[in-house]
């Protein structure tokens, strides 16, 4: 595969440093620019300041880049004409000389590849509502039964299945604990309701876990560390249920299905509560990337 590592992330791996991967997606596709670059930046200088090592994930001209310099992280900003690659994407992507920016899928496996222990990320793919009727399931959830990498997010986007999601990571024998909490995180929402298995307290807990997992052996599956957004910073419970209730009206009503339903829903959550969930959608990201950060180096014994 046509991978290239950063010299920077190669150093610290080489030296058994912490490394952090993050997913570019967000960067050309979740936020609106010039604010998208900013993000990017302030993302990648929260992990050096929690002691890792940002290794930010992209294919740039038919390469899978694991660590973007200044260069290329612009380029995943700006360019209007950036791909969307979920992990079935990237062999086309790399045989066609293709940009694209990363989602989940594609950002772990290609970490997983790269020997990266720990992703962060905002929410999950997962369980459509009305699965039963449209067989809509993001690729994100079968794709980490198959890597071995810790994925620390705020749970699943709200504007799903999250009972169901949470059963199908369940069957697929995907790992997942809450991080100082025994709820399900809710994305926008600190509390998605639903309840969790296992609870740890501290990045040292979650680095435990990691380890025992190493020395069972035996199947590969990502861990998942449901990490809350702080209440204070979480979108109204009250405006986010009405405002998503409007929006799947409106979807029904258009007849919108399939990969633009996700899309549609975020951006008409972004549009109707002004502006509202993106902020929490960041508080969100930005405490995850920290606490990926502490993980990362509690995993590397630099706690």
């Given amino acids: 595969m046509s991978t290239q590592v950063s010299e920077e992330v190669r150093e610290a791996l080489h030296e058994g440093r912490p490394v952090v991967a993050l997913e570019s997606t967000i960067i050309a596709h979740g936020l609106p620019r010039p604010r998208n670059l900013a993000v990017a930046r302030e993302l990648e200088t929260l992990v050096r300041d929690g002691g890792a090592v940002p290794a930010t994930i992209a294919v740039l001209d ?178 986010h249920d009405r405002v998503l209730a409007a929006g799947l009206a409106e979807l029904r009503e258009k007849g919108i299905t399939g990969q633009a339903v996700t899309p549609f829903l975020l951006e008409y959550l972004t549009v109707h509560t002004d502006g509202a969930s993106l902020e929490a959608n960041l508080a969100a990201v930005r405490g995850n990337v920290r606490l990926a950060a502490r993980i990362a180096a509690a995993d590397r014994g630099r706690a």
């Avoid at 004409?81 to 293709?98: I, S």
């Avoid at 309840?195 to 861990?223: I, K, Q």
Wanted: charged content about 20%; proline content about 6%.
């Fill in 62 to 239: 038919g390469v899978a880049r694991i660590g973007l310099d200044e260069a290329g992280l612009t380029r995943i900003a700006e360019d209007p004409t950036v791909r969307k690659l979920g992990h079935r994407d990237l062999a086309p992507a790399l045989a066609t000389g293709t940009t694209g920016a990363t989602t989940v899928s594609a950002t772990a496996w290609l970490a997983d590849s790269a020997g990266l222990r720990v992703f962060a990320t905002g929410g999950l793919g997962g369980v459509h509502r009305e699965w039963a009727e449209t067989q809509d399931e993001s690729a994100d959830l079968r794709l980490l039964a198959q890597v071995g990498v810790t994925v620390v997010c705020a749970g699943v986007k709200s504007i799903l299945d999250v009972p169901a999601t949470l059963q199908r990571l369940e069957t697929l024998g995907v790992t997942v604990v809450g991080y100082g909490t025994d709820r399900f995180p809710g994305f926008y929402l600190s509390s998605s309701g639903e309840p969790v298995d296992w609870t740890v307290g501290s990045p040292e807990d979650v680095a435990g876990v990691m380890r025992a997992r190493d020395a069972l052996g035996g199947p590969r599956s990502a861990l998942v560390v449901g990490n809350p957004v702080p209440a204070g910073q979480q979108l109204d419970p009250a405006l």
